[in-house]
T-cell receptor, first 113, second 111 residues
């Protein structure tokens, strides 16, 4: 498995609270991504990063922000969590030097009550 | 509007037979396509890919076919095994590293 970890793996939080999910990689891959997976929607891209401090929006970026201050870490923040953000969140990495496929982390299950 | 569609939410196949999973796309600019497999409580894992300059790519029991005129790709698994039971996602990209995923097809291989 590619060296990708996500923390926490599970989280329950209340509506209106801020939440930060962390993705950490040991592969020195250039690109990092955050997806959410929901029934009937598959995997939808939230934000991605193409280098340190370089990020861009995906399909469903509203309500989320990201930061990448170093190659190995990509943080996803929900400034004020809502019940619609209850989902499973996956981080992924890729690099042109390693082909075009993405390698995924194990996921974080977030429940907003 | 969904740019990548997997119209069959589920598929059941007997062990040893062929599994065919389908994927349609609407954006003619897509030039790279991938298939991923996902087991419960795990992240998706890469299976096989194809670029738009090819119409077929094979890797062991897995073959992906691309029909650009129909904007359609399919994944063939021969022979199917019980361990292939999983959710399969297709994904597409257009010259960037931003991938659009389909909604997935749940494959069940019956022993």
């Amino acid at each position: 498995d590619a060296g990708i970890t996500q923390s926490p793996r599970h989280k329950v939080t209340e509506t209106g609270t801020p939440v930060t999910l962390r993705c950490h990689q040991t592969e020195n891959h250039r690109y990092m991504y955050w997806y959410r997976q929901d029934p009937g929607h598959g995997l939808r891209l939230i934000h991605y990063s193409y280098g340190v401090k370089d990020t861009d929006k995906g399909e469903v970026s509203d309500g989320y922000s990201v930061s990448r201050s170093k190659t190995e870490d990509f943080l996803l923040t929900l400034e004020s969590a809502t019940s619609s953000q209850t989902s499973v969140y996956f981080c992924a990495i890729s690099d042109p030097r390693d082909g075009d496929e993405q390698y995924f982390g194990p996921g974080t299950r977030l429940t907003v009550t | 509007d969904q740019q990548v569609k997997q119209n069959s939410p589920s598929l059941s196949v007997q062990e040893g037979r062929i599994s065919i999973l389908n994927c349609d796309y609407t954006n003619s600019m897509f030039d790279y396509f991938l298939w991923y497999k996902k087991y419960p409580a795990e992240g998706p894992t890469f299976l096989i890919s194809i670029s738009s300059i090819k119409d077929k790519n094979e890797d062991g029991r897995f073959t992906v076919f691309l029909n650009k005129s129909a904007k359609h790709l399919s994944l063939h698994i021969v022979p199917s095994q019980p361990g292939d039971s999983a959710v399969y996602f297709c994904a597409a990209a257009s010259g960037t590293y931003k991938y659009i995923f389909g909604t997935g097809t749940r494959l069940k291989v019956l022993a």
